[in-house]
């Protein structure tokens, strides 16, 4: 059967293989925008989800396998043949219910942080390719790389791990130190801490948060580290065969104090500084990682660069699309293919697209959302890719720091990262979302 995916429509493109299943371990749920009309450009899907539709494509039958089904909704129903409830953080219940699947399973994957080591576990059981799963890059625990880096001798920054509840809590390692909790996946509770205040008020509202959702706990540990002066940069590729390939570098802004979350990115071909693809293969390295997708942030201090970060996953999902935009590679595809022990394609670069911007549409304060406007008015912007409103008039605003912090966002390509930039910017700046300060006592 052939079909196409036009206008949020989907129709599979090939009738899959009764006996072959891909399996994937959870998925990330993608932020969409709140109605059609506050949305612009290309549809853009998560990395695991993209994974999925290369492996349809492939007459592959898809399984997902989830803590909790209703956490997705209908997200992936058009793609997914079968859902499965299971413990996704125990391999041994993951391998058992690979074999209820019937058929063969081809590839046991997962692309969401927490359940990297237990899909890894599942997937060297079944004799299947992926990452060795004892490696510190799978760990989920930011506390656990450092220690493989200290080891291995790759700068880190000064830090400690500490209980979040602790009382009287304070910083050995000065201020103004990162925080963060050693297994959010930096996606929840991180803030640059000036001193003890800011630095406890973090820590009580990290102690606050019962749930990361599927009904995964928070441990409330806190990773506490000095803070790094200087540029930000992520690293995006491949290990293939224990060879990292780097398919971009971007450049990375942060948001203000005391919020630490990336507000603009921009991806390009070139490396920021002659060393660091020794820098990025020596972490790579340390952590074990020797197979599979990474995602690595990193800052350039006063002696060279310093990590800040390691996933064994593809990037957030607008960060993914700018890579694979300047690299010319379907980073979904490669990771499928990857999986399947099929020939790897090289990228194929445009060189119309140089660079690829995404900036954040953000709330700095609690509140709700009054209007929203603008969005089909930046789509005639050149180099426009995308551009979400993810809010509505009448939901909750927050300020970053989670999920819920995001309003929307915007992606463009340029020639240059110049280009890029300003073109995201303008398009940021056509877009009104108007927030309403919730009134306090």
């Given at each position: ?359 954040y549409l953000m709330s700095h304060l609690a509140g709700q959302v009054r209007r929203v406007t603008g969005v089909r008015d930046v789509a005639g912007i050149p180099g426009l890719v995308v551009a979400e409103v993810f809010t509505d008039v009448g939901a909750g605003a927050e300020p970053p720091g989670t999920p819920a912090g995001y309003l929307g966002h915007v992606i463009t390509a340029g020639t240059s990262p110049e280009q890029a930039r300003r073109r995201a910017a303008f398009a940021l700046d056509g877009i009104q979302v108007d927030v309403e300060a919730l009134l306090t006592a």
């Amino acid at each position: 059967m052939t079909g196409s995916s036009a206008g949020g429509q989907h129709v599979l493109r090939t009738v899959p293989a009764a006996d072959r299943w891909f399996v994937a371990v959870e998925l990330l749920r993608r932020s969409s925008p709140a109605r059609p009309e506050l949305g612009v450009g290309e549809r853009l899907d998560v990395p695991g989800v993209a994974q999925l539709e290369r492996a349809r494509e492939r007459g592959l039958r898809i399984a997902v396998l989830a803590r909790d089904r209703a956490f997705y909704g209908d997200d992936a129903d058009w793609l997914v043949d079968r859902w499965v409830e299971c413990d996704t953080l125990d391999p041994a219940a993951i391998v058992a219910e690979v074999g209820l699947l019937g058929g063969t399973a081809v590839a046991v994957t997962s692309t969401v942080d927490t359940f990297l080591r237990p899909a890894a576990v599942a997937a060297r059981t079944l004799g299947l390719r992926g990452p060795t799963p004892g490696a510190a890059a799978l760990s989920n625990d930011e506390a656990v790389v450092r220690a493989a880096m200290a080891d291995a001798g790759v700068a880190v920054a000064p830090w400690v791990a500490v209980c979040a509840g602790e009382p009287g809590l304070t910083s050995a390692v000065g201020y103004p130190c990162v925080v963060a909790p050693v297994d959010g996946a930096r996606r929840w509770d991180v803030a640059l801490a000036a001193d003890d205040r800011e630095l406890r008020a973090l820590a009580a509202r990290h102690v606050g948060r019962t749930s990361y959702g599927r009904g995964i706990r928070p441990r409330h540990r806190l990773l506490v580290e000095q803070y790094v002066p200087g540029p930000r940069y992520a690293a995006d590729g491949f290990v293939v065969e224990g060879r990292p390939q780097v398919l971009a570098w971007s450049e990375q802004v942060m948001t203000l104090p005391p919020e630490f979350t990336e507000l603009t990115l921009t991806a390009t071909r070139e490396a920021p500084v002659p060393g660091a693809a020794a820098f990025v293969g020596a972490v790579l390295a340390a952590a074990g990682l020797d197979s599979g997708p990474f995602h690595l942030e990193f800052a350039l201090g006063p002696t060279g660069p310093v990590l800040i970060s390691l996933h064994a996953r593809p990037a957030a999902p607008g960060a993914q699309l700018c890579v694979d935009r300047v690299s010319g590679v379907d980073s979904a595809e490669f990771a499928v293919a990857l999986l399947l022990g099929e020939p790897l394609v090289p990228g194929r670069p445009d060189a119309a697209v140089a660079a690829c911007s995404r900036m954040y549409l953000m709330s700095h304060l609690a509140g709700q959302v009054r209007r929203v406007t603008g969005v089909r008015d930046v789509a005639g912007i050149p180099g426009l890719v995308v551009a979400e409103v993810f809010t509505d008039v009448g939901a909750g605003a927050e300020p970053p720091g989670t999920p819920a912090g995001y309003l929307g966002h915007v992606i463009t390509a340029g020639t240059s990262p110049e280009q890029a930039r300003r073109r995201a910017a303008f398009a940021l700046d056509g877009i009104q979302v108007d927030v309403e300060a919730l009134l306090t006592a």
